[in-house]
């Protein structure tokens, strides 16, 4: 799927959130500047959840609760952490089962959070501002989805990752 601008991005991860469940895992790949946070500030808005969503590069990890009714998202920026025991040290698995959990940079690091779960590769033109993303279901846990995700990103395809 091409990404047009910020504002498409942001709303298409407005979409995605709004279809978010608690125990949900999402790990968002790509390049320094694909849009992984904008996409992510797009989540936070189709869950409703408080505080302005940004890159949790130097804290590692944020908590937005919810507005009213819902799923708080726990948004963890992973480039920094070094190993498995630093996250581990970050306690994700206490909170995972009652949030919906978005991991920057996570590929190759979280999947063992979750018996399931959504990656989203963003890419970035090379030449201009046009954005890409695919994205792949691995495990059973959004199986009921898949329908509706392919309605609004296109078929399953991720590509080579970036790390």
Known sequence: MRLESSDHTVEQGRWLGAILRAG????????????KTTFTRG????????????????????????TAAGVPLVHVDAYRVGS????????LDATFEESATVVEWGVGRVEELANS??????????TDDLRSLHWQVSG?????????LTAQFGAQQVGSHSR
């Open 43 to 66: 989540i936070g808005q189709g869950m409703a959840v408080k505080g302005p969503v940004t890159s949790p590069t130097f804290v590692i990890s944020r908590v937005h609760p919810p």
């Open 84 to 91: 498995v025991d630093d996250l581990e040290s970050l306690d």
């Open 117 to 126: 779960h959504l990656t989203i590769e963003l890419g970035r033109g090379v």
């Open 140 to 148: 059973t846990g959004w199986d009921d989805r898949i329908k509706d």
């Open 24 to 35: 949900d895992l999402v790990i968002l790949d790509g390049p320094l500047g694909a849009g």
